[in-house]
């Protein structure tokens, strides 16, 4: 059965700093990673897409990579901004059911 | 374009009543889901369907119903509610299951007493 799991459950940061956030999952068996931002009482936004044959992708200040292999992505916020705090979760598409298990999450906080 | 739409927004229940959450999308996505999100639980798949007509079952579906009478829309209706179906409901969609990025409506409150 997949599993995703996501470390640290919370993060607190100064402004500026650059951070990764990790994701790691059981069952190399996926069809794409998707990293998505909640805000708190919001729904999910994706941020980035990553297909099973590639190995990252960049939006903005945003770096999500994807090693298959190892069961693993991080997700690179460069320059963190107080606007980037949020809860960040990832979620793997099963090529094995078509359906995407989640991650529980990090909720970051970006200080001033 | 207005993506995935949810309504009602907040709704409150009493045990054993039943009542209709709303989700449509204009994407012209074949691919839509029901999810429930819970604190400590994550979240957590209900009901799927592949296109109009055929629906599924995820991994928490007892007490939920689903049909899929056209592509835009995929209500989930609760039988008889109970407080354990106290939770936030988003729907979801994209083009193809498996392959397609997945677009989110801005959930449903439901709070069951």
């Known amino acids: 059965k997949q599993e995703v799991t996501q470390i640290p459950a919370a993060l607190s940061v100064p402004e500026g700093e650059n951070l990764v956030l990790n994701c790691s999952f059981t069952?190399?068996?996926?069809?794409?990673l998707q990293w998505f931002r909640q805000d708190p009482g919001k729904g999910l936004t994706s941020l980035l897409l990553?297909?099973?044959?590639?190995r990252e992708q960049t939006s903005g200040r945003l770096n999500a990579s994807l090693d298959k292999s190892s069961g693993r992505s991080t997700l690179y916020i460069a320059a963190s901004q107080p606007g980037d705090s949020a809860t960040y979760l990832c979620?793997?598409?099963?090529?094995?059911?078509?359906?995407?298990?989640f991650g529980q999450g990090t909720t970051l906080q970006v200080k001033p | 374009n207005a993506g995935v739409t949810q309504t009602p927004k907040f709704q409150v229940l009493k045990t054993g009543q039943s009542m209709t959450l709303q989700c449509a999308q204009d994407?012209?996505?074949?691919?839509m889901s029901w999810y429930r999100q819970d604190p400590g639980m994550g979240l957590r798949l209900i009901h799927y369907?592949?296109?109009?007509?055929?629906?599924d079952q995820g991994e928490v579906p007892n007490g939920y119903n689903v049909s899929r009478s056209t592509t835009e829309d995929f209500p989930l209706r609760l039988l008889s509610a109970a407080p354990s179906q106290t939770s936030v409901y988003f729907c979801?969609?994209?083009?193809?299951?498996?392959?397609?990025?997945?677009?989110f409506g801005p959930g449903t409150r439901l709070t069951v007493t």
């Open positions: 979801a969609s994209s083009v193809l299951a498996g392959g397609g990025e997945q677009y």
């Open positions: 069952d190399s068996a996926i069809y794409n």
């Open positions: 990553i297909q099973s044959s590639q």
């Open positions: 979620a793997v598409t099963s090529s094995n059911t078509g359906k995407l298990i």
């Open positions: 994407m012209n996505h074949e691919y």
């Open positions: 369907s592949v296109g109009a007509g055929i629906t």
